[in-house]
C-alpha cells in the first residue's frame, strides 16, 4: 500500500518538473526503483526510445562517493544512451536520457593523432 501510494504522489509531484514547461500538463508516468539493481533492472527491460524513458530512483540509493550513480550511467551508455539531466522531487530523483550525439574515437587512434 506504501508504494502505490508514494508512486502515485510521485506522478502527481513531478508531471511538469520532469518534462519540462511544454508538457506542464501532461502526466508523466515512470517505474521507481529503490535500490540499483532494480534501476539496473527496469533500464534493461525497457523497449524504446532513450528519450521516452524516465526513471524515478530513491534518493537512499545514491552514495556519498557517486559509485552507484556512475554504474546507472554506465549501463545506459551500454545502450548508447547519454544521461540528460535528472530532477530532485520528494525523495527521488527523476533521470531522463537521450540517444549518443557521437561516439568517441577510439583510445588508441586518439593518442596516435587520427581522429
Do not use: H
Not at 11 to 25: E, I, M, N
Not at 48 to 61: L, P
Not at 69 to 84: M, S
Amino acid at each position: 500500500m506504501i508504494v502505490i501510494v508514494r508512486y502515485t504522489f510521485l506522478l502527481l509531484a513531478c508531471y511538469a518538473a520532469v518534462t519540462g514547461p511544454a508538457y506542464a500538463r501532461k502526466v508523466v508516468t515512470m517505474p521507481v526503483a529503490n535500490t540499483i539493481q532494480e534501476a539496473l533492472q527496469l533500464l534493461d527491460d525497457f523497449n524504446g526510445s532513450a528519450e521516452d524513458f524516465r526513471i524515478a530512483i530513491a534518493q537512499e540509493v545514491f552514495d556519498s562517493t557517486g559509485v552507484n550513480a556512475a554504474i546507472l550511467v554506465d549501463r545506459a551508455l551500454k545502450r548508447g544512451w547519454e544521461p540528460d539531466g535528472f530532477v530532485e522531487v520528494l525523495e527521488f530523483r527523476v533521470y531522463k536520457f537521450r540517444q549518443l550525439r557521437a561516439q568517441p574515437a577510439p583510445f588508441s587512434k586518439a593518442i596516435a593523432g587520427n581522429p
